[in-house]
Structure formats: C-alpha cells, structure tokens
C-alpha cells in the first residue's frame, strides 16, 4: 500500500481522558475513532491489527479442537430470566424492547445462549467432550469506561465453552484451554501469567486471569517472581503434559486482588520473591460446572441410564484490550515495535523524497513492486515530507522493519534495519531473506 493513497487519520489532537500511552497511540497514528463513551470505530489500521490478533486466537483455538461458531450480539431476556441471572446481571445489561414490547438485551456474555444451543442439539454423553468458541461483539455498560480500548462498552472477545460429562473430564477441558492461551500470548509476544482470580457474575469454583504486567494495568496482583521463568515450550498437548503444565503453575503463588491474603503471602513467599504490582487482564478462564446447565436444564444421557447437567467451563480472551496491552508493552522510550505476528505491515519502505531528484523514489516502487510479488505486506512512505519527519512518524506507527532509500543507499544494496536495531546495508534478496525469517 502506498502511505499516501491510505486512509490514515494522524494527529496531535489528543482527547483530555487519554491518560495511558496505548490510548494516547491509538488515536495519534488513527487505530480508533470513539464515536460515544466506551464505544469506538477500529479505522482500517487499527482493524488491520486486530483481524491479524483474531486469526491467532482462531488458529490455536483450533488447535486444540475448539470449533467456531457465530452467536448473535442481541440475545432474548428469556434465557436469562431461566439462568436467574437476568436481575443478578444489573446495570451493566443493556436492555432493550424490540417493537412487539419483548425483552432483549445486547449480549455481555454468552453462557446462557450457548446452553440453549446445546440443549436443544445434543442428547447424549457419547457427543462429549464438546469445546465451541465465537469471536464477537459483547456490550457492557460500564460505569466508567476508560483507557481507551482497554475498559470499553462495546468490545471485541473471544468467548469459548466446554461441554463435559464429568468434573474429571472438564478439567482436561480446562487444562487445554489453558494450554492454548499459553500458546497465543507467546505467539503475541506477551508475557501472560495465569493466576488464580474470583469468578465474579460468570460464577463456578475454578478461575484463572492471564495477567500482563504494566503499571497501566488495573488489576493489583501478587505472584512468586519465579513463575516468570516457566518456559512454556516445556509442554505438549498429551494428557500428562498438561496435568504438569497446571501443577507447575499451581506450584508458585499467583493471584489477583480478590483472591489477595497478606499472610499467606508472607508465609508461602520468600520477602526477596515477592512481586505486587499492576496488570492487564488479557484473559480469564472459568470451570463452573452445572451452574447453567443445571437451571437451564440441559441434561445429557449418562452410561448408566441416568440423565445429568452436562460440565461447562467458558473461556474468554478481550482481543481489542489486547491491542492496547501490545502497545503498554512493545512501545517504549517513544517507540512501537509491533510483533512481527501482528504487525500491520510487514515491512515499510522510507525513500527521501525530492521533488528535483526522482531517484530515490523510483528505486523505492522498484523495491515495493518486488515486495509485493513476494506477498510481503509492505507499506511505501511516498509522502512529500522530511526524512526526520517521516521517521518520527514510523516511531510511533510502529512497523517493525525499515528499508531506508536515501543518501547512504548504494546502486543496489539499501539500509534495513530492525526497529530498536542499527540499520545495514544489503541487497534486496538479502533484505527479502531477514523479513521472511
Ligand atoms: N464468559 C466469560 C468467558 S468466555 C467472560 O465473559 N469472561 S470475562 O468477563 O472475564 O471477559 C473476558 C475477557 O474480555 C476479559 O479477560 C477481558 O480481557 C475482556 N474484557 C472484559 N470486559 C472488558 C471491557 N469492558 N473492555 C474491554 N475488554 C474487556
């Protein structure tokens, strides 16, 4: 794509309420457009990062035999009022009346609509185990959205459910989903530590935030330093690898605000490993076994005759919170990087342009046209401005390499250079080499 010819809204203008640098970024290089409280338009670059984050999700949900699915954003108050949760929900529902007077409501969540969905589908334990996931909008009326993406009304999640015969068999449920949420922050390049958390409106006995660290962040954790070095490669998808997964985990303490005990802090933690400190909820898992399928009574034929509520786990990842926990993490000093798996472009070509010297240009399209044969997504800076100014600008878009066109080029090997790295020259094969690495 050509900078010029792309609809790329930069500016200095920045709302008062853009405290964080994630917000303050995501408006400066044009990511989002808030249209009212809490509610935004993702603007074709900021959409761009967030389809690439969503296809992550989706490929390691898959994985791990998770399959896809769409639910509507508006769901009917009925199977809310069966659940009991409608009045527990409070405030944060936004409810609404269609034109025959019926309650409707735009969907926080979505336990209670998949629990219908299974119940009038599946009848029998011999269709479990079950896992089935969504990316979609939810709403939630907060009572004071704020930071931007990371505390909206309307936002983008992925929300997933398992559907088990046991409390035994949904734990292995729980087990691989944790696994796959371990895979895709490592494919996002963050560092999320599971820890134990409360379970809140979603309910059940087990639950665990997958916490980012950044003083931004606006939740109060507690962890042993070392669970920071669990290298997460260490596991595979068998059964026992993940049961060691869970117990390593286990094995260090880790939990959020609510689940916060001072003196069990102190005793179970050495003074010199104790970290407390802020962080971002990325993503946050559930086991709470019957508590929909039971009022819902969505029930399955057991082996032995009976009929039982079947075991539900849900599983949710806030994928527009993640883009501003990227930008909390990767931008730095007064500069983005993106990870290379999310980045908007995979590379951007910055010739120095002159009005009176056409050269450097004309090799930057020659560059670009080859590029884009090799399906390589890159950007080419054809804007009339200053070098200096065009780098400014590429600190904060953040595309994590550079091919620079300008007085140290040479006939036919150019500077490239890594964001945060010095730049080289090299020839384009060799440049076409380290951008596919
Ligand atoms: N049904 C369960 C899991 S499927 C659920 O709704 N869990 S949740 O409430 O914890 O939300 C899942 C994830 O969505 C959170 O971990 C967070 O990353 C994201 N999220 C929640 N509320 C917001 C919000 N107001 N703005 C942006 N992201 C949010």
Not at 269 to 274: A, D, G, L, R, T
Not at 311 to 326: D, F, N, P
Not at 345 to 363: A, Q
């Amino acid at each position: 794509m050509l900078l010029s010819k792309i609809f790329l809204p930069l500016t200095k203008d920045l709302p008062s309420d853009a405290k964080i640098k994630s917000h303050q970024l995501m408006i400066r290089i044009g990511m989002i457009k808030q249209s009212s409280a809490g509610i935004y338009s993702w603007l074709p670059l900021g959409f761009k990062v967030m389809k690439k984050i969503e296809s992550i999700v989706r490929q390691e949900q898959n994985n791990i035999g998770a399959q896809e699915m769409l639910m509507p954003t508006i769901q009917s108050a009925d199977i809310w009022k069966e659940s009991g949760r409608y009045n527990d929900y409070g405030d944060e529902m936004l409810r609404i009346k269609d034109r025959q007077g019926r309650e409707m409501l735009y969907g926080p969540t979505n336990e209670e609509l998949i629990t219908e969905i299974f119940r009038s589908s599946i009848k029998s334990y011999k269709s479990l185990p079950q896992m089935l996931y969504h990316i979609q909008w939810k709403f939630r009326d907060e009572v004071r959205p704020r930071f931007g993406v990371m505390r909206c009304r309307e936002f983008y999640m992925k929300d997933a459910y398992s559907f088990d015969i046991s409390d035994e068999e949904a734990k292995k449920s729980y087990n691989k989903m944790f696994y796959s949420y371990l895979k895709i922050f490592s494919k996002l390049e963050l560092k999320a530590i599971p820890m134990a958390a409360d379970t809140g409106p979603i309910g059940g006995e087990i639950s665990h935030e997958f916490i980012v660290l950044a003083d931004t962040g606006e939740s109060n954790v507690y962890a042993e330093k070392n669970i920071f070095n669990i290298n997460t490669d260490n596991y595979n998808f068998s059964e026992e690898s993940l049961r060691k997964m869970r117990y390593d985990f286990s094995s260090f303490y880790a939990v959020t605000d609510e689940k916060f005990n001072k003196s069990d802090f102190d005793s179970k933690v050495k003074k010199e490993n104790q970290i407390s400190t802020r962080g971002i909820e990325v993503g946050h898992i559930f086991y709470f076994g019957d508590k929909y399928s039971k009022p819902l009574n969505c029930l399955v034929d057991h082996h032995e005759g009976k009929k039982i509520p079947v075991k539900m786990g849900s599983y949710g990842i806030g994928v527009s919170r993640l883009i501003g926990a990227l930008i909390e993490v990767h931008f730095q000093n007064g500069v983005m990087k993106w990870p290379k798996s999310v980045s908007p472009y995979n590379v951007v070509i910055i010739p120095s342009i002159n009005k009176n010297d056409k050269r450097s240009l004309e090799t930057a399209i020659k560059i670009y046209n080859e590029l884009c044969r090799q399906k390589i997504d890159v950007l080419l800076d054809d804007v009339d401005e200053n070098m200096s100014a065009k780098f400014k600008k590429h600190d904060l878009i953040g595309i994590p390499y550079q091919i620079i066109i300008g007085s140290k080029s040479e006939e036919s090997r150019f500077e490239f250079k890594e964001v945060g790295k010095d730049a080289t020259l090299f020839n384009l094969e060799e440049i076409i080499e380290k951008i596919k690495n």
